[in-house]
């Protein structure tokens, strides 16, 4: 059953909640989802329903939760050491909202550390694998989130990015992965990683079950000043609209001579189907992409340093003893942090140094203000959404990118959303071998429903 479809049936009494609960668990099970198995899944919550209304939009629907959200009823730790065993004393907004419609909330989810990375490899738990195919990476950092989703344990699974971790995993696993405008979901509760780019996202069997997951929990919150107040669309009606009449832009730069052949054929054959369902496709120029990823490795590493220095061993998480309070710190974090997390921080740190902030982070920014404008540009010319791979190429295989810098390649096609805060929505076009494909639907600042439109009129195209 897709989540509206199971919440339906919950309401009815065909199907209880509790019933729906087992079968999630089962299924984990039967899939080796645990921690000697396919590693995607890190806690359990004793209690999924407690709180949870019974006619909510969600009643009775299994859901995961990325371990970076903040639970009262399980730990969150960030896939870090650092945080192990730390229970939050209160649920992010996102949570909260989940609760009230109703939903069950089974699992948290195996994730990048501190979501610093795009294999979920870098989790101080171990790293998680795709369940299409066990050799290779879910993607990351939401890798768990994208995992459980692709295995058919839950309907629906909340992830976040900050460079394209929910559309790069959902694009390796084979589902629907989005993340909205910036301010259009709380980040209240998301353990921070660099502020200006994070998001909560959500990833769905179907589109569907991803626009129901997402107009649950978008909308302003009082507790995120960030979070804008205008109203949330139906996200569901909208990708029931098709795309007869719209525009879609297809970026040059996203489609380079040394595209994987297989990524391009299906972004054809996504292109064909739009084409024939009524879609005007056109080519566009976004002409300062190739600098996307020098400024997101500035921007982002530069807020992580700040936002990674509250975990210090005095408030909460590891504590170890060093000579000293200096000591203390040195000694925690040293041992608490793995290598990608410890990279980033003294990146960051870097880059923010007297002497180097005006040459790094502020030259960053104004090119990050460039890339804002390429879309405003595009979308002001008459274009209703763009269309482009998520990914350069598919899943790797476990172990296989060890080089930094080719990791970060990775981000290519999906961190250029962040950096000037539109929606993007990543859906299944396709495989080579057993192996997904994902093209990504890009949409102007609070254009999700235009987005949804595309996604749901393609999926149905290549259904």
């Not at 996504?270 to 566009?284: I, W």
């Not at 530069?302 to 936002?307: D, I, P, V």
């Amino acid at each position: 059953m897709t989540a509206a479809e199971l919440r339906d049936a919950t309401v009815s009494g065909a199907v209880t909640a509790e019933a729906s609960v087992a079968a999630a668990r089962e299924r984990a099970r039967a899939v080796g989802a645990g921690r000697d198995g396919l590693n995607l899944i890190l806690w359990d919550d004793a209690d999924p329903l407690a709180g949870a209304r019974g006619d909510g939009v969600l009643a009775g629907v299994p859901i995961a939760l990325k371990d970076n959200l903040a639970t009262v009823t399980m730990p969150t730790t960030c896939g870090s050491r650092i945080l192990e065993g730390y229970v939050s004393p209160e649920d992010a907004t996102v949570v909260t909202r989940l609760r009230a419609a109703g939903a069950a909330l089974i699992c948290k989810t195996n994730m990048d550390e501190f979501a610093m990375g795009s294999s979920t490899e870098n989790s101080a738990y171990g790293p998680a694998h795709n369940p299409i195919d066990p050799t290779r990476v879910p993607g990351g950092s939401s890798g768990g989130s994208a995992g459980v989703v692709a295995a058919g344990i839950v309907p629906i699974a909340l992830g976040s990015e900050t460079g394209g971790s929910v559309r790069q995993p959902a694009a390796f696993c084979g589902v629907v992965g989005v993340k909205p405008t910036y301010g259009r979901v709380s980040r209240y509760g998301l353990v921070a990683f660099a502020s200006s780019l994070d998001q909560v996202g959500v990833f769905g069997r179907t589109v569907d079950d991803a626009a129901l997951g997402l107009s649950v929990i978008a909308g302003h919150d009082r507790l995120d000043a960030t979070t804008i107040d205008t109203p949330v669309p139906d996200y569901r009606a909208a990708a029931r609209r098709g795309v007869a009449g719209l525009v879609i832009g297809r970026p040059v730069e996203y489609f380079p001579a040394g595209l994987d052949p297989a990524v391009r054929a299906q972004c054809d054959r996504a292109f064909d189907a739009l084409r024939a369902a009524g879609a005007t496709v056109r080519d566009v120029s976004l002409p300062h992409t190739d600098l996307a990823i020098p400024v997101y490795y500035i921007v982002a590493p530069a807020e992580a340093s700040s936002n990674l220095a509250r975990f210090d061993g005095v408030r909460y998480g590891l504590r170890l003893a060093g000579d000293g309070l200096r000591g203390m710190y040195e000694a925690t974090r040293s041992r608490g942090f793995g290598a990608e997390v410890t990279r980033r921080i003294l990146l960051g740190t870097y880059v923010l140094s007297a002497g180097y902030y005006d040459a790094y982070y502020r030259r960053a920014q104004q090119v990050r203000s460039l890339i804002t404008d390429d879309f405003r540009r595009v979308f002001a010319d008459g274009v209703d959404l763009l269309f482009t791979p998520t990914t350069p190429t598919p899943a790797f295989s476990l172990g296989a990118v060890s080089d930094p810098y080719e990791m970060y390649m990775n981000d290519i096609f999906t961190c250029t959303a962040n950096l000037a805060g539109v929606p993007a929505i990543s859906v299944p076009v396709g495989t080579v071998g057993r192996l997904p494909i994902g093209g990504q639907f890009i949409a102007p600042h609070f254009g999700e429903a235009a987005m949804f439109a595309g996604a749901g009129a393609l999926e149905r195209a290549l259904a």
